[in-house]
């Protein structure tokens, strides 16, 4: 749109320029002639305000634009981890946890959860709870321990997960055992294809 402007303020300018204005009758009057260009030497003037600042307008509008992209990649690229979460406070519970373990690392906005070799072993849920995969021996004797209840969630029973009672997750040295527990025991799982191995699998020519 902007462009439309200008080139048709440019091309009043060139049709009403004092050139294009030059009469064929060399009859009329000097004073008629001087008369004329002033008109449009105005005209002209006129419309070349009018296109400086549709320029000015169109560059300020540009840099703005910029401005919004450069802000908006820095923002997703700086966002934290379980940023989107409404339970911030647990979330900042698990990234100390999470911390006590070198090599594992927090993933997910809404939906904070940890993997190892494609297998996840554990996740925050979008109502706060927190739950850990543990193997069949380790699971028995944390049920026992913490009197915890079968987790279901989103009308699945999750059969190798136990919930963190929110007591305990506050306790990081006692809960960096488990999670530790529950790491080397999915590490120990056949591995998952990741999104990316398998699109490259996908991809690799069959020879």
Do not use: W
Not at 12 to 37: F, H, I, N, V
Not at 74 to 86: D, F, H, I, L, R
Not at 96 to 120: F, Q, R, S
């Amino acid at each position: 749109m902007v462009y439309g402007v200008l080139g048709y303020c440019n091309g009043l300018a060139l049709d009403y320029s004092p050139r294009s204005m030059s009469s064929p009758d060399k009859s009329k009057t000097t004073e008629g002639t001087e008369d004329t260009e002033d008109c449009v030497s105005v005209v002209h003037a006129v419309l070349c305000v009018l296109c400086a600042l549709c320029g000015s307008c169109f560059s300020t509008i540009a840099r703005m634009t910029l401005l919004s992209n450069d802000s908006a990649n820095t923002t997703e690229s700086t966002m934290p981890k379980g940023a989107s979460s409404p339970h911030q406070s647990k979330v900042a519970l698990i990234e100390k946890l999470v911390a006590n373990h070198a090599g594992i690392e927090l993933k997910g906005d809404t939906m904070p959860y940890t993997a190892v070799n494609g297998n996840m072993f554990s996740v925050m849920g979008r109502d706060g709870r927190f739950i850990l995969r543990l193997s069949d021996a380790d699971r028995e004797a944390f049920v026992a321990k913490y009197k915890t209840k079968p987790v279901v969630m989103y009308g699945a029973l999750m059969r190798e997960y136990v919930e963190i009672p929110d007591a305990l997750l506050s306790k990081t040295a006692e809960l960096k055992k488990y999670f530790a527990a529950s790491y080397a025991y999915v590490a120990s799982l056949k591995a998952k294809p990741t999104t990316k191995k398998k699109q490259s699998a996908a991809k690799k020519p069959k020879g």
